[in-house]
């Protein structure tokens, strides 16, 4: 969902992007603030500034609670690309999962924990500025508030919220177990999310209330699909841990010479061998590969004069994974360059390839027998 982002830039090493969907919530959360200041009997344009003021005041809270996250994991040597804000909040894309149980408890607890901080100085804002200017009070309230129930929303204990990595790393902590505890914490966070749905739906039909029910509801499918995708993010690194890309690569390759026209490719190897993909060697040592997509980017009218060679992907734009690479990586890598599969190499040699089929085999066949 954040393919669709603007790179805002960057804040000690971690970028920040904005999804176009933020300027859904911007323009609510405005709106709703003008309409706020005017009922408190300001004029409209100090009205408006003030709303302005106040959401880019707000935003910049959630980026705070997501700095503090990330800051914590890079202490505890977890690495984070970037940050970023859409119509729920904000996210912080960390690149693996805390290796113990007490790095997630205090990564987790760093968000909640500086929204309660800002929470109680926009309380000590609003209690300096209460009789001095009406704007400047109403605006700390509105985000003294605010950032509390920020902090006590994500302090809910279901996975994937902060307060559901905090239940996660105490069961850890306590059993050991990751898998297990990520199972526990994302039941709770599946059934915190149909809560918020159901709520949503009474809303709509009990109190006529369609904005309020709809966004409680949209909130609830959010989290609902957040903790299902974690929980099989958690169990496929499990299913996966310790195991290589040598358990799953194919190593008897057909090779194909550089000079084959793709009308022979097509005719004489892939049709007729029923694979995707070939590494294309001049006898002595591997160019590159060609796969079937390679082969689909060119006319059919233009196969008999177009030569493997001018197709294949050379073996320096590659992609490569060593054979004792984790399966877990090799997918990870797969997913982000978007390829199906990959060559292994080792010691400059191609030893077979990876494809995402035999990893998704390999997962079906120990998923189906339970181990
Ligand atoms: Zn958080």
């Known amino acids: ?7 805002l830039g960057k804040i000690l090493d971690v970028e920040i992007r ?6 859904i919530i911007f323009a609510l959360i405005t709106g709703s603030l003008v309409q706020y200041f005017i009922s408190r009997e300001m004029n409209i344009t100090t009205s408006l500034v003030i709303g302005i003021f106040t959401s880019l005041l707000f935003f910049a809270s959630v980026l705070a609670h997501e700095l503090s996250h990330s800051f914590v994991a890079r202490t505890e040597g977890v690495p984070v690309h970037s940050i970023t804000l859409f119509i729920f909040g904000g996210v912080a894309h960390i690149a693996q999962e805390p290796k113990r149980a007490r790095d997630e408890f205090f990564m987790a607890l760093a968000g ?3 929204s309660v901080a800002i929470a109680i100085l926009f309380g000590v804002i609003w209690f ?3 009789n001095l200017s009406e704007p400047i009070a109403a605006l700390a309230s509105w985000l003294g508030i605010i950032n509390g129930m920020l902090a006590v929303f994500n302090l809910i204990p279901g996975f994937p919220l902060d307060g559901g990595r905090v239940l996660r790393s105490i069961i850890w902590g306590i059993t050991g177990n990751l898998r297990k505890s990520t199972q526990v914490a994302s039941i709770v966070g599946r059934a915190v999310a149909y809560i918020f749905i159901f ?3 009474w809303r709509i039909f009990f109190q006529k209330d369609w904005l309020g029910g709809l966004w409680i509801a949209f909130i609830g499918w959010f989290l609902e699909n957040a903790a299902a995708n974690s929980y099989r993010q958690v169990a496929l690194r499990d299913t996966l841990a310790g195991h290589t890309a040598r358990e799953v690569m194919v190593t008897d390759c057909t090779y194909v010479l550089p000079h084959l026209t793709l009308e022979e490719l097509v005719h004489d190897y892939i049709l007729h061998t029923g694979r995707r993909c070939f590494p294309v060697t001049d006898e002595e040592s591997v160019l590159g590969i060609v796969t079937l997509h390679n082969v689909k980017e060119i006319p059919k009218e233009r196969w008999h004069s177009t030569t493997v060679s001018a197709i294949m992907t050379p073996l320096e734009k590659l992609q490569t994974v060593h054979p ?3 399966l877990f990586d ?3 890598r797969m997913t982000h360059e978007d390829v199906n599969q990959l060559p ?8 077979g390839m990876v494809a995402r089929d035999n990893v998704l085999a390999f997962i079906h066949t120990r998923t189906e027998l339970g181990i």
């Open 344 to 351: 292994v190499i080792d010691y400059g040699k191609l030893v």
């Open 18 to 23: 904005l999804d176009y969907s933020w300027f």
């Open 199 to 201: 709520i949503g739906i």
């Open 1 to 7: 969902m954040f393919k669709n982002s603007l790179r």
């Open 330 to 332: 090799v997918l990870e």
């Open 324 to 326: 004792d690479d984790g």
């Open 112 to 114: 909640p924990a500086t």
């Open 128 to 130: 300096v500025t209460s």
